[in-house]
């Protein structure tokens, strides 16, 4: 009986050794808290739709898409650009004042425990395979992503300003962050299954190379992240000057070069722009001379200060034997953590003396001592918890978001072809000066007349490319009602863009609006059957009846056919 029992807690004690030994690092958790806080509207990934509510204005620190169903925030990287596109009507100053704060205060300590797109990457290397070190080569493709900063984030949408075009070239052409959670998290949802008829070439590349990125990074620590974020290079500039961060002492430091082989990022020293402040080489320096900026408060410095290493070997200094075996500890442990460093990285580690006359003193004591460690720990937790039990009931159940319209078997209306087409009422710009008037349109006032309504966007490139065959309809046909309903999502820049594109077109610029539908609100577009993706038209016979909806660009002969159709 006594050798079962004993099996038996033999048993426990295996599965707690496991636990402990497999338990995420403080680090770890850190990532997986700010994942679910950036993208804590988790019923959007159950309804298949895009937020857009009034917190996606908001930049969140780490690159996360603005088109993944749970994100609550906009991407600092693709802001940035559209911001860049559309500085020939406005100043980036908000994403750049932003990008700024982040940057001073966290640096690219947002890289190693705030972003989604970093915690993922580290989530692939964990997989059991081969690992390709770092070298000089890696080092020197490290610079890729400079480069991309410069060409694809700043570059190509400046350059397209004076032509109109708003072209995001790092998100259209590059970003894996919006291939994954942008477009295969909406297209696995089965009522998006209208995207698939928009999907092309530009898809097909983007899903190439997120597959060769994803697999890369299982090889290689963090391969996006190392040569090809430019998030991460912008955050880069900031490093040395964050608030938090890795600090090194370089009265300490005694060139070792531990910190540095350790380091499975490109850094040539503690702290400089590759560095994303993991913080895991603190537990390899022998003489203690990396620490959290502002650590101060919280713990003593190191204990035993050490001096300047002699360049005389160990063997020939005198010293009393107490220095004597404090030296020998410490030159052990440089040699044992010295293990598997490789030359290149590595450059010779130098005894470390402690001199006669010199003695252990304790540095002065912090500001905060233990007791009140525990209480801001304590309180640093608790907000914490608190902040992202609020934020996951906020967006999943308190949140009014904007939703399909309830089925009603009783109604005949709806979004889908054959059903009456809701009416709505929405602002009017002026074609000329390109100003919102006090005018509005309501679909009633088409009745009797075909209407062809089209819902676009300046910062939608297809929608762009489409209004001429709108325009060219409104001149043709007189008899139709061409409506067009303006969607703002970060920014209206459609006044600019009308009078300086349609001061005389015949078609009816309108802005988007809230509609009350059996006591809900939805904008124009959810209530029409739009989901996530522009641009998207609907025309409706003289009945009001809907006779045509697709979601994507349209042709001129299409929409002629259907016009026809419709008043047939």
């Not at 969607?487 to 077109?505: E, F, G, H, K, R």
């Not at 009350?516 to 522009?534: P, Q």
């Not at 660009?553 to 929409?559: K, P, R």
Request: charged share 15%.
């Amino acid at each position: 009986m006594k050798t079962f029992f004993q099996k038996i807690g033999g048993f426990f004690k295996s599965i707690g050794r496991w636990l402990k030994n497999h338990a995420p690092t403080k680090r770890r958790l850190i990532q997986l808290y700010a994942a679910l806080l950036t993208n804590a509207n988790i019923k959007g990934f159950i309804s298949g739709r895009i937020y857009t509510g009034g917190s996606k204005i908001m930049c969140v620190p780490g690159l996360n898409c603005y088109s993944c169903p749970g994100a609550v925030g906009a991407c600092p990287l693709g802001s940035l650009q559209n911001a860049l596109a559309n500085s020939g009507t406005r100043a980036p100053v908000y994403v750049l004042g932003i990008l700024a704060l982040f940057g001073i205060i966290l640096g690219r300590t947002i890289c190693g425990f705030l972003c989604p797109t970093g915690f993922l990457q580290d989530l692939a290397y964990k997989i059991k395979t081969p690992k390709l070190k770092k070298s000089r080569v890696t080092r020197l493709l490290s610079y890729l992503k400079y480069i991309l900063l410069i060409v694809l984030v700043i570059a190509v949408p400046l350059a397209f300003v004076e032509q109109g075009d708003l072209i995001p070239a790092f998100c259209k052409f590059v970003c894996p962050a919006g291939t994954f959670g942008g477009a295969i998290s909406l297209l696995f949802h089965p009522d998006n299954a209208d995207l698939y008829g928009m999907l092309g070439p530009m898809f097909t590349w983007k899903f190439v190379l997120f597959c060769a990125i994803a697999l890369a990074c299982v090889f290689i620590y963090r391969a996006f992240c190392r040569f090809i974020c430019p998030l991460g290079a912008i955050y880069g500039f900031f490093n040395k000057i964050a608030l938090l961060g890795i600090k090194l002492d370089k009265n300490k430091c005694t060139d070792c070069g531990l910190c540095v082989a350790h380091c499975k990022m490109d850094i040539k020293r503690v702290g400089d722009h590759e560095c994303i402040n993991c913080g895991e080489c603190i537990s390899v320096c022998p003489t203690k001379a990396i620490r959290w900026k502002g650590s101060q408060f919280f713990v003593r410095e190191n204990e035993i200060e050490t001096a300047q290493p002699s360049k005389a070997p160990l063997a020939q200094m005198v010293r009393p034997a107490a220095a004597t075996k404090a030296a020998a500890e410490v030159n052990a442990s440089l040699s044992q953590t010295a293990i598997g460093a490789t030359p290149e990285n590595v450059q010779t580690a130098q005894p470390v003396t402690i001199a006669h006359g010199e003695s252990t003193q304790a540095a002065p004591r912090p500001l905060i001592g233990a007791k009140g460690k525990k209480v801001f720990k304590a309180v640093v937790y608790t907000l914490a918890a608190l902040l992202l039990a609020g934020a996951l009931l906020y967006y999943n159940f308190f949140d009014e978001e904007v939703v399909a319209p309830p089925p009603d078997t009783g109604s005949e209306y709806g979004s889908e072809v054959g059903d009456m087409c809701y009416d709505f009422t929405v602002q009017v710009y002026d074609n000329a000066s390109g100003a919102l008037t006090e005018t509005t349109y309501s679909l009633s006032e088409s009745r009797g007349r075909v209407t062809v309504i089209n819902f676009w966007g300046t910062w939608c490139q297809p929608c762009r490319e489409e209004l001429p065959y709108f325009d060219r309809i409104a001149s043709e046909y007189p008899d139709v009602d061409v409506v067009t309903v303006h969607t703002v999502l970060t920014m209206d820049d459609a006044p600019a863009y009308i009078s300086a594109n349609y001061p005389d077109s015949d078609m009816i610029f309108t802005q988007e609006s809230m509609q009350t539908v059996n006591g809900a609100e939805y904008d124009v577009f959810t209530l029409l059957g739009g989901r996530n993706s522009y641009p998207r038209t609907v025309i409706v016979d003289a009945e009001g009846v809907i006779t045509f909806t697709v979601t994507g660009s349209v042709s001129y002969e299409t929409l002629v056919a259907e016009i026809a159709n419709a008043q047939s």
